[in-house]
Nanobody
Framework: QVQLVESGGGLVQAGDSLRLACTAS????????MGWFRQAPGKEREFVAG????????YYAASVKGRFTISRDNAKNKEYMQMNSLTPDDTAVYYC???????????????????WGQGTQVTVSS
């Protein structure tokens, strides 16, 4: 079992930065691929970024590539996402997710994720 808790959301202006964190409980964090997803009002939840178990591999949605950076610290059971140059289109509830994987690979398909946090709101004003 893995419990996930997100933090770091808030209200910012366009062009600002935020750093989201996801804290995991349980002893299997280092065996999990991790991801960030978001859901804007009236839209489906979408993949934002993913990182492999070791952190050696990462993958980003085209809409955030070059602005967002995903990272993890397995010693602290934490995952992070640094978000720069935020725009109003980034406004959404952001979720972290985890799935145990045998391989050190990134998982972008949300259907494969087993564990989910409750989400943290990010609002970007223009």
């Amino acid at each position: 079992q893995v419990q996930l808790v997100e933090s770091g959301g808030g209200l910012v202006q366009a062009g600002d930065s935020l750093r989201l964190a996801c804290t995991a409980s349980g002893r299997t964090f280092s065996s999990c691929a991790m991801g960030w997803f978001r859901q804007a009002p009236g839209k489906e939840r979408e993949f934002v970024a993913g990182i492999s178990r070791t952190g050696d591999s990462s993958y980003y949605a085209a809409s955030v590539k070059g602005r967002f950076t995903i990272s993890r610290d397995n010693a602290k059971n934490k995952e992070y996402m640094q978000m720069n140059s935020l725009t109003p289109d980034d406004t959404a509830v952001y979720y972290c997710a985890a799935v145990q994987t045998p391989a050190d690979s990134v998982v972008s398909d949300q259907k494969r994720y087993t564990y989910w946090g409750q989400g943290t709101q990010v609002t970007v004003s223009s």
